[in-house]
């Protein structure tokens, strides 16, 4: 069965950092890898997509890796800012057929 | 979410009620998932759809039931609340073999007392 974990749970930095948030998957051999943003109180926004046959995929100022052999994803955000304040929660699918899995997240705060 | 709407937004019932939550989408995609989100768990699947009338269970299914009349609807039904159900609750889309990963619904707050 595949587990899904997101570590830090929560993070606080200052206006201008860059930073780095974690995923780890315990079955390596997955369909795709999806980063998502949940603003407090709404629904699910898709960050970045990245297909098992990828390593990376950026968007702006945000971009993410997958290790498929280690389990391992990682988002990174440049020049982080207020605005990006949010939960960042990492999913996985193990196939074309089969539902995402989902890491608790990791709640994120930039500090003006 | 463009394309995917969920109804209602909130709502408020009695322990021992039938609810019903509806998910609608415009995009065609073959595929539909029903969520809960609550703290210290993240998102648990409930049930899903990968064709009209085909459904399957998720992990937390217990107390929920689902229907697919038509490719648009998705519906989930609590068939008699309880306060453990009291949840935010998710709907979301697919469209398998094209990996274009899921799109969200907003969400419906449900609170059972």
């Known amino acids: 069965k595949q587990e899904v974990t997101q570590i830090p749970a929560a993070l606080s930095v200052p206006e201008g950092e860059n930073l780095v948030l974690n995923c780890s998957f315990t079955?390596?051999?997955?369909?795709?890898l999806q980063w998502f943003r949940q603003d407090p109180g709404k629904g699910l926004t898709s960050l970045l997509l990245?297909?098992?046959?990828?390593r990376e995929q950026t968007s702006g100022r945000l971009n993410a890796s997958l290790d498929k052999s280690s389990g391992r994803s990682t988002l990174y955000i440049a020049a982080s800012q207020p605005g990006d304040s949010a939960t960042y929660l990492c999913?996985?699918?193990?196939?074309?057929?089969?539902?995402?899995?989902f890491g608790k997240g990791t709640r994120l705060s930039v500090i003006a | 979410d463009a394309g995917i709407t969920q109804s209602p937004r909130h709502k408020v019932t009695e322990t021992g009620t039938p609810v019903t939550l509806r998910c609608h989408q415009t995009?065609?995609?073959?595929?539909m998932y029903w969520y809960r989100q609550d703290p210290g768990h993240g998102l648990r699947l409930i049930h899903y759809?990968?064709?009209?009338?085909?459904?399957d269970k998720g992990e937390v299914s217990d107390g929920y039931s689902v229907s697919r009349s038509k490719t648009e609807d998705f519906l989930l039904t609590l068939e008699s609340a309880t306060s453990s159900q009291t949840s935010v609750y998710f709907c979301?889309?697919?469209?398998?073999?094209?990996?274009?990963?899921?799109?969200f619904g907003s969400g419906t707050r449900l609170t059972v007392v």
């Open positions: 979301a889309i697919s469209a398998p073999p094209a990996n274009y990963g899921y799109t």
């Open positions: 079955d390596s051999a997955i369909y795709n």
């Open positions: 990245i297909q098992s046959s990828q």
């Open positions: 999913a996985v699918q193990d196939s074309g057929n089969t539902p995402l899995v």
């Open positions: 995009e065609n995609h073959r595929y």
């Open positions: 759809s990968y064709g009209v009338k085909d459904t």
